[in-house]
């Protein structure tokens, strides 16, 4: 009888395992489609520019307002989610995120798109989140960590995906696919989540405090837009340093009242827990790495190597093919290995990808360059699928939505942070490499070249003679700065490793066998 239970308990219990993977690949499917659009409309910008008569800064905003409210939003939703459910927020998310691309797609003129881009922004920072707050909440220890590997592998494959669908959209039709592409993936996405996903929230959680919760997002908007517009303005300019001092003030006075707050917005516990902090920790430094790695590498794959945008994005393959492998297989290293090894691992292999990537020089093959990015694919799959799944666990099913907002807004801040110091790092290496070169061009020749090694192509075009020298010149100098910039990163991901492995959990501890009758 009790081998009967045993069975049946077992039979009826695999399609509920079954029903959560196949939760999985809709919630993967739900962060892919919102990720691919911080990537996919830089190809599209040129035939925007044109068709809607779109200046520098209406492009400018066009990139910028999704990614500024994405990341502002965040933290509140998380917060909500845990209160109000995190199914059906993260269903509404997808709901205002499908309108915004339609509206996208429909729209007439620059203004109109702006503002439909961040309405986008705002789904899309609901949506993300929540769903790794849904995840950690459906699945239990001996499974969390294979799917927070593969949801984070997933989040971290539409980074570069993004140039490549677009790239591959943008030879068959007009601008408006890169928007459209959303539609049908937003809707399987909500039909199914709507029917798979098993709502959760946080059973007794304490009545929110709205002026914190305000606080909280506004500091992060502020923060962000300062760092989108360092390129512009540069980091000593009046609305850079304004909107960086409006952030560290109500980042000063977010901390202030919930010091003085009964129930704190965030609370303090997660972050005394080690698995939070330097779990945190180890994720922005593998985003820091990777924004690093796609800001550079297609400006060196079209610009140097002088591919089309859809063979830059074919060529970014063996990164995307290492996230996968890795990812997948982050959940059975850390039940093998633990969280410490297997993130101080993945970060070790990041490392030693930029590392090589650094090496790269105008007579360099390809096959060297997808060597570095397969390596800087692995780590990065590896390091922050178990990172993830140590936040995660540490938040718990009641926080889980908290814990990931909070991480998920310090990621995406520290990846724009990362974009505007590094985007220094590599004009200023490539400007000081190239001066040489331009010393018999003329004044206004000189400094387009400078400006950055797309424009040095084109001068290279126009000159009568000393265009392939100038052209062969300007890779040499953009390569110089490309070095500078995977060193940089590589240096963070490495920084990152002895705090994994003194701060991490290692290998759980197995039961040991009852003997009989013990």
Request: proline residues 6%.
């Amino acid at each position: 009888m009790l081998v009967t239970n045993i069975l049946l308990t077992n039979i009826l219990e695999v399609p509920v395992r079954v029903g959560k993977w196949w939760m999985l690949a809709v919630t993967c499917l739900s962060v892919v489609v919102v990720n691919l659009d911080l990537t996919i409309l830089n190809i599209a910008l040129p035939d925007i520019s044109a068709a809607l008569h779109a200046g520098t800064s209406d492009l400018q905003w066009l990139v910028d307002a999704y990614s500024l409210v994405f990341a502002g939003v965040m933290l509140p939703a998380g917060m909500a989610g845990d209160r109000l459910g995190r199914k059906r927020l993260l269903l509404a998310g997808l709901a205002v995120f499908l309108a915004a691309s339609l509206w996208c797609a429909l729209s007439a003129s620059a203004g109109e798109l702006i503002a439909a881009r961040a309405l986008m922004g705002l789904g899309a920072g609901i949506v993300f989140p929540l769903s790794l707050a849904v995840v950690s909440a459906a699945f239990g220890d001996d499974d969390r960590p294979t799917a927070i590997g593969i949801l984070t592998a997933a989040v971290a494959l539409a980074l570069p995906l993004g140039p490549v669908l677009g790239g591959l959209l943008l030879q068959h039709f007009s601008w408006h696919s890169v928007f459209w592409i959303n539609v049908p993936a937003a809707c399987l996405a909500l039909v199914a989540g709507a029917a798979l996903m098993p709502e959760s929230r946080h059973p007794a959680a304490p009545p929110l405090d709205a002026l914190s919760a305000l606080l909280a997002p506004a500091a992060v908007t502020c923060l962000v837009w300062g760092v989108i517009n360092v390129p512009e303005h540069g980091w000593t300019a009046a609305p850079t340093w304004g909107l960086l001092a409006g952030a560290a003030v109500l980042l000063a006075a977010f901390g202030a009242r919930e010091r003085r707050a009964a129930n704190p917005v965030i609370d303090p516990a997660l972050f005394r827990d080690r698995r939070f902090t330097w779990g945190t920790v180890a994720t922005v430094a593998v985003s820091v790495a990777l924004y690093g790695i796609l800001f550079v590498a297609p400006q060196y794959l079209q610009s140097v190597l002088g591919d089309d945008p859809a063979g830059a994005g074919l060529r970014l393959l063996p990164l995307m093919g290492g996230l996968l492998v890795a990812g997948g297989a982050a959940g059975p290293a850390v039940r093998a290995a633990g969280t410490r090894l297997t993130v101080a691992a993945g970060l070790a292999v990041l490392s030693g990808g930029l590392a090589l990537l650094s090496q790269v020089h105008l007579t360099t093959s390809y096959a060297f360059v997808a060597a570095g990015l397969a390596l800087c694919g692995l780590g990065t799959g590896a390091a922050i699928g178990a990172a993830m799944n140590a936040v995660m666990a540490a938040a718990g099913g009641d926080e889980a939505g908290t814990g990931a907002s909070v991480n998920s807004a310090l990621r995406q801040t520290g990846g724009a942070i990362a974009v505007a110091a590094l985007g220094s790092v590599l004009s200023g290496g490539y400007a000081r490499a190239l001066g040489p070169a331009l010393a018999a061009l003329p004044a206004q020749a000189r400094a387009a070249a400078r400006a950055s090694v797309t424009q040095a192509g084109q001068v290279a075009d126009r000159l009568s003679s000393g265009g392939p020298a100038l052209r062969a010149a300007a890779g040499t100098a953009f390569l110089h700065g490309m070095s500078s910039v995977m060193l940089s990163c590589a240096a963070v991901a490495a920084a990152a490793i002895p705090a994994s492995l003194r701060y991490l959990p290692g290998r759980a501890a197995r039961p040991h066998p009852v003997a009989p009758g013990g």
